[in-house]
């Protein structure tokens, strides 16, 4: 799905599996997938960039917001492209105490996708794009969202939805942190709010009626 000329959107809506949406953000010079989800579904992705006259080859960047299996398990199809790959140093030890399970379960074997740097809190340039980063704990313990002024374009991962929250029930899930990262994230001007699971919200002010929403609705459960 095409949201801008520099933006794409991957949306997964099967409700047989689960996985998560992945995001391609690019420019003239470089280009950034942004949770590549399952590798057992990442067909859709492959597919999608094949639409755009994209291959695996000419991603420069795979970012993930988070550790969890539905959002990293696809970078091992990336272990003989040229793309990086990084992720929060918080996300990766996590990885690294999952790995017997990760090996067993998936043929994730932390050894051989390590990332090649860890994100944090600033900006991250890759050629003429430009990201901020800010580390927004809760559902995992080093999420991170991702920002990109250029497009007003809020890349949530698990943090926030279309009106929902994160669970916080998983290792490292914390309700206080999470309502405090969503918080923090709903002062930024948005025009986009891309969530890794469900529906883009589209226009500011339908971004900032979804923070209030969820505000409202939520965070006396969370």
Known sequence: MELTPTLHAFLWTSSAANNCNTYLVRSTEKSILIDPGHAAHFDHVRD??????????????VVCTHA?????????????????????????QMVRDMAPYLRASMAFDPDRVAPDFFLAEGEL?????????????????????LYWPAERALFTGDLIFENGVGRTDLPGGDGGQLKESIRRMAGLEADWLLS??????????????????VERAWFGYV
């Open 68 to 92: 969890h299996p539905d959002h990293i398990e696809a970078v091992r199809l990336f272990q003989d492209a040229p793309a990086l790959f990084a992720i929060h140093e918080t996300e990766w």
């Open 196 to 213: 890794g699971h469900g529906n883009v919200v589209s226009g500011a002010d339908a971004v900032r009626a979804n923070f209030e929403q």
């Open 48 to 61: 999608g960039l094949g639409r755009l006259g994209f291959s695996m080859r000419d991603i420069d960047l």
């Open 125 to 145: 340039k890759v050629g003429d794009i430009a990201l901020q980063v800010y580390q927004t704990p809760g559902h995992s313990p080093g999420a991170v969202t």
